[in-house]
């Protein structure tokens, strides 16, 4: 059973910055793409960013110029690094992992880190 953790959540003034990390453990595997999710009080999941596993990324409109979407594979590791942050990136961040495991693809979620933006 794979585990996804993320870590690095907090409290940041606005225009702080703040780097995400989210580990996956739990056995042999192959990951393929990973993705960023958020979700704010009273909306909905929303896609932050992906990175493949050949290091492509692809961001939101919201995000696009201060968000830096990366990958350790060595270490099985994704990160965000997130600057210029906005009261409105206040949000619960997952990060998302499709992973290959004996020839069969399964998507995996973390539990999540709280992100708060504000003076």
């Known amino acids: 059973q794979v585990q996804l953790v993320e870590s690095g959540g907090g409290l940041v003034q606005p225009g702080g910055s703040l780097r995400l990390s989210c580990a996956a453990s739990g056995g042999i595997f192959s990951i393929n793409d990973m993705r960023w999710y958020r979700q704010a009080p009273g909306k909905q999941r929303e896609w932050v960013a992906t990175i493949t596993s050949g290091g492509s990324t692809n961001y939101a409109d919201s995000v696009k110029g201060r968000f830096s979407i990366s990958r350790d594979n060595a270490k099985n590791t994704l990160y965000v690094q997130m600057n210029s942050l906005k009261p409105e990136d206040t949000a619960v961040y997952y990060c998302?992992?499709?992973?290959?495991?004996?020839?069969?693809?399964?998507?995996?979620w973390g539990q999540g880190t709280q992100v708060t933006v504000s003076s």
């Open positions: 998302q992992a499709d992973v290959n495991m004996l020839g069969r693809n399964y998507r995996y």
